[in-house]
């Protein structure tokens, strides 16, 4: 029994700490996509941001070249910086300016991570040039190292890059053991390797992500993310499960329409969030519990109850003739009036922030042409019911709520209260809310006490 608690108890940590982890999401999104989008819905900079950041994009990847007013004007707006962006062209020569710029940028915004494009190779470059490249590269790593600055590079979609494939990125991190990587999910498709492979071989590196999506491999034109054929779920749900916990950049250079793009791709990175948080239905089975005792801070709306009911309509039946009903009582008077028809539970559900009646029609579940099926007739209503409101605290729970099934409560009352037809037999009040403590779990059966086989 001991270890069975055990069990449990590890089960329900584990669920929590998966949905802690994926309950905010860390979007961002390139000051050059804002700047895009205010040109295209013909409205000022400050309008696009206060749009993106409706959208629940809270950080922002800026060059070291912007002005303090578009810098002020993005802290004003609560962003908060995901990354910034140089380019030194190390492919050149030592770039002294250029070096001495970004890293006095990022003294003075007091920024962490910085992604640097360090140029292009000239066509046929020789082995010798890209060590030099690596040389410079290094030798700038060590010196932002010293001011607290991470200096990364990214997957780049152009042959001539010093960091186009697995192989260049893996010739600069062996110069420089102190450089980092900004994972493009895009990238490595358009050099012809696959995305997982190299998530795996880089992920000690990766320390910010660009989320980008294509038509086909070699295909520049960017799509929303997650409508193209990058493996969005598998990417973001393997860098998560191994311990990252850094900013998700979206980008769609060249989109026709910033603004959809980046709603779509939102949307499509939360469900991500929201699919990962997902308990999985052993966890729901083990986790539920008979709560006693609500949070009485924590409310449910009408939405999330419809989305609840959507559900249990899946429900099994008889002949699927579907015949229970459901009364919800959201309203401050109605729910004083239902506690006052639960007996001794009223204590115990004076918190929930919703309670709900179940009935079934009578005559349908059990019935042929309106003549009895067998012995059990309405018994068989009653039976469906069951099974739709198994269906209901199982969803609950999954939702991250918790039921209590109360068989005390004074039908006739309750059919006055929600003017429920005669023809309708009351059978459960159902609170649904939050559980304010954990409550134990209770011993079952044995099972060899509950099963025979023959």
Not at 220 to 226: E, I, K, Q, T, W
Not at 435 to 453: A, G, I, N, V, Y
Request: neutral net charge; hydrophobic residues 40%.
């Amino acid at each position: 029994m001991h270890q069975n608690k055990t069990h449990y108890a590890l089960v329900a940590l584990l669920w929590f700490m998966v949905q802690q982890a994926c309950a905010q999401p860390r979007i961002s999104i390139f000051f050059d996509h804002v700047a895009e989008m205010a040109r295209q819905e013909n409205i000022s900079i400050r309008e696009a941001a206060q749009r993106v950041r409706q959208l629940g994009v809270e950080g922002i990847d800026v060059r070291v070249t912007m002005s303090d007013s578009q810098l002020t004007m993005l802290d004003e707006l609560g962003f908060q910086n995901a990354s910034a962006i140089a380019d030194i062209n190390f492919v050149k020569g030592e770039q002294p300016d250029a070096v001495r710029q970004a890293i006095d940028f990022m003294k003075r915004r007091g920024y962490k991570r910085l992604l640097v494009i360090p140029g292009l190779l000239p066509e046929n470059a020789t082995p010798r040039i890209l060590d030099e490249v690596g040389k410079r590269m290094a030798a700038f790593v060590k010196e932002a190292s010293k001011e607290g600055i991470d200096v990364m590079v990214e997957d780049y979609d152009n042959a001539r890059s010093p960091c186009y494939n697995t192989q260049s990125l893996d010739r600069l991190f062996a110069a420089s053991p102190q450089l980092n990587h900004v994972f493009d999910t895009g990238n490595y498709l358009f050099c012809g390797e696959e995305v997982m492979t190299a998530l795996q071989h880089f992920r000690p590196r990766i320390h910010h992500v660009h989320l980008k999506d294509r038509k086909a491999m070699r295909d520049h034109a960017s799509l929303p993310v997650g409508t193209g054929i990058v493996p969005l779920k598998e990417v973001v749900t393997e860098l998560l499960r191994s311990g990252y916990d850094g900013w998700f950049t979206i980008e769609h250079f060249g989109a026709p329409s910033m603004l959809d793009y980046a709603t779509q791709s939102v949307a499509n990175l939360q469900a991500v969030w929201k699919a990962m948080a997902a308990p999985s239905f052993d966890e729901v089975i083990s986790s539920r519990r008979s709560v006693r005792s609500y949070d009485a801070s924590r409310k449910i709306s009408e939405t999330e109850v419809r989305e609840l009911i959507r559900a249990v309509q899946e429900a099994p039946s008889w002949a699927n003739q579907q015949p229970t009903k459901y009364y919800v009582a959201l309203s401050e008077e109605k729910l004083k009036a239902v506690q006052d028809l639960v007996g001794g539970n009223k204590e115990r559900i004076k918190n929930a922030p919703v309670l709900i009646v179940s009935t079934f029609e009578r005559g349908k579940s059990g019935f042929f042409r309106g003549q009895q099926s067998n012995d059990a007739g309405d018994l068989w209503g009653a039976h469906d019911n069951g099974l739709s409101v198994a269906y209901l605290v199982l969803k609950a729970r999954a939702m991250g709520f918790d039921t209590l099934i109360m068989g005390m409560r004074d039908a006739d009352k309750l059919r006055q209260l929600f003017n429920i037809p005669d023809s309708e037999q009351v059978m459960a009040v159902i609170a649904l809310g939050y559980r304010q403590d954990e409550p134990r779990r209770p011993q079952h059966r044995q099972l060899d006490e509950m099963l025979k086989f023959y």
